[in-house]
């Protein structure tokens, strides 16, 4: 039996739940989120989330984990909210906002622009430092991951696009000379 799909969700004040057929809505302080389910029952009950499944089939006991998380993680954004941090490194990498879009200049003929999705918010709180927030984190960290993508971190002098938390592995370059005689 599936651990996470077991363990119930604890609904916080000011968010609420409803069911309607296969699509369950958790509206909150800032937002509404839906999610389209099949192979799981959902019950609300006292600010509590249970899903239980329909059969034993592997796909459900997968489905059954997978929904409870997705739901959890609804629950918390709308909520809370989540955020991704992005830091820039290299000679002449920057970034600015210009309105809805994202420009960044990472070493390339031309700038790239990124335009701000809906329901997602990006702040340059300095010229090498991205945050990017929303209360879906699949939005988020989709976003986070296209931006992370437009300029991979090079191992050997550490330039490009990081996440804040990322650990660079950073390569020796080459030794010319050494041991010649």
Excluded: W
């Excluded at 006292?46 to 997968?62: G, M």
């Excluded at 490009?160 to 000379?177: N, P």
């Amino acid at each position: 039996m599936s651990r996470i799909g077991r363990s119930p969700i604890h609904m916080p004040d000011g968010v609420s739940a409803q069911v309607e057929g296969n699509v369950i809505t958790i509206k909150g302080p800032l937002g509404t989120l839906s999610q389209e389910f099949s192979d799981v029952s959902i019950s609300i009950e006292n600010n509590t989330i249970t899903l239980t499944r329909k059969n034993d089939q592997n796909e459900v006991k997968a489905k059954h984990g997978l929904y409870r998380a997705l739901i959890a993680n609804m629950v918390k954004g709308v909520k809370e909210g989540f955020s991704r941090n992005l830091q820039i490194k290299g000679v002449g990498y920057k970034v600015n906002k210009q309105g809805n879009k994202l420009v960044l200049n990472l070493g390339y003929s031309h700038p790239i622009e990124v335009v701000e999705p809906e329901g997602i918010k990006i702040e340059c709180p300095t010229a090498t430092d991205i945050k990017i927030s929303g209360i879906d984190k699949q939005k988020v960290g989709q976003l986070a991951s296209n931006i992370r993508d437009l300029r991979p971190v090079e191992p050997y002098h550490g330039y490009g696009v990081r996440y804040d938390d990322e650990v660079v592995i950073r390569k020796q370059g080459k030794t010319a000379g050494k041991g010649k005689k």
